[in-house]
C-alpha cells in the first residue's frame, strides 16, 4: 500500500467542466485504490448517495461513471473507493491519477442506501462485496446511523484478505475517532469475510446468512423483519442472491419513496469500469 498524498501541493487551475481537484489517492492493492477531492461549496448530499465523476475521454467527451461517496456528508472533501479494470474505459485511466490533477465531478447526488428508505428498526445491515463497501464507508462515519439503530452490522466479503484492508482500517479509525468514536462503542459490529484466502471469517455473505453462522458469531438473533433492516451493494450476481436470502428472513424491499425494511443500490460500478 502506497500513499501518493503530498500535502502542500499546489492545486492547478480548473479547467475540466465541473473540475474538482485531487487531494490524496491511496493504493491498497494492485486492483484497488481510494482518492480524495475538493467538494464543490454548493454540493449537499445524504450518505449513502452517489455521483457521476470521471474523466475527458479519447474523443475529448467525458467520460463518466456512477460512483458511491465513500466520505460522509459533513466532510470538507469528497472521497471515493475503486477498482482497477486494465482495459476499463474510465478506470484504466482514473487509477493512474495524482494529487494536483482534475477529476470530472457532476454534483447531482442520488441512490437508495439512504436512511430515508429504510423504516425505523433495531438493527442495519450493511450487505458488500469489494468495492461495494463505499456508500456504507460515508454510512458508517454519519452520526444519523447510530442514532436510528441500536446495532450497525457491517458484513463485508472480498477475495483475499488484503483487499479489505481499507475497510479495516477505516473501522479501526472510527473505534478510535474523537467526535462519534462513542457513539461507535458497542454499536458497530464488524464481520469481513474472505472466500479464496484463509482467515478468521470465511465464506459468502448469503451462504453465511442462511446457515445462521453470523448471528452464532455475532450472538445476535436470525434476521426478522420486526427488527433487522438491510442495505445491499454489490455485483448484480450478488445483489439478486442476497435479495433472495432476505425475502425468506421476512424483509421487503423498499425505495426513497416507499420505504421499507431493505434496499439495493442498483447503479453498483463493478467489472468494466
Keep these: 500500500m502506497t500513499d ?5 501541493s499546489a492545486p492547478k487551475v480548473k479547467t475540466l467542466p465541473d473540475a474538482q481537484t485531487v487531494t490524496q489517492v491511496i493504493h491498497w492493492t494492485d ?3 481510494s ?3 475538493t467538494r464543490p461549496q454548493s454540493l449537499r448530499f445524504r450518505s449513502g448517495e452517489f455521483v457521476m465523476i470521471g474523466l475527458m475521454g479519447d474523443n475529448g467527451k467525458p467520460l463518466l461513471r456512477a460512483y458511491s461517496i465513500a466520505s460522509p456528508s459533513w466532510d470538507d472533501e469528497l472521497e471515493f473507493y475503486s477498482i482497477k479494470v486494465p482495459d476499463g474505459p474510465l478506470t484504466s485511466k482514473l487509477q493512474h491519477i495524482e494529487v494536483g490533477q482534475q477529476i470530472i465531478l457532476r454534483p447531482k447526488p ?3 442506501l439512504v436512511h430515508d428508505a429504510l423504516l425505523p428498526g433495531k438493527r442495519v445491515w450493511f450487505l458488500a462485496t469489494g468495492t461495494g463497501l463505499a456508500p ?3 454510512l458508517m462515519r454519519d452520526p444519523e446511523t447510530y442514532e436510528k439503530f441500536e446495532q450497525v452490522i457491517m458484513m463485508h466479503t472480498c477475495r483475499t484478505v488484503a483487499e479489505l484492508e481499507y475497510g479495516r482500517r477505516l473501522v479501526e479509525d472510527l473505534r478510535n475517532d474523537p467526535l462519534i468514536g462513542e457513539m461507535v462503542e458497542g454499536k458497530l459490529l464488524y464481520y469481513p469475510t474472505t472466500t479464496r484466502e484463509d482467515f478468521h471469517h470465511k465464506g459468502r ?21 420486526d427488527e433487522d433492516r438491510a442495505m445491499v451493494c454489490g455485483s448484480l ?4 442472491d442476497v435479495k433472495e436470502v432476505l425475502e425468506s428472513f421476512g424483509l421487503r424491499e423498499g425505495a426513497n419513496s416507499d420505504p421499507k425494511e431493505y434496499v439495493v443500490e442498483k447503479a453498483f460500478v463493478g467489472d468494466g469500469v
Design 4 to 8: 501518493a498524498a503530498t500535502p502542500g
Design 31 to 33: 486492483t484497488l485504490f
Design 35 to 37: 482518492f480524495r477531492c
Design 110 to 112: 442520488v441512490g437508495t
Design 136 to 138: 456504507f464507508a460515508s
Design 205 to 225: 455473505i448469503t451462504d453465511n446468512l442462511s446457515s445462521g453462522k453470523v448471528f452464532a458469531d455475532l450472538d445476535l438473533p436470525r434476521m426478522n423483519a
Design 237 to 240: 450476481a450478488f445483489n439478486l
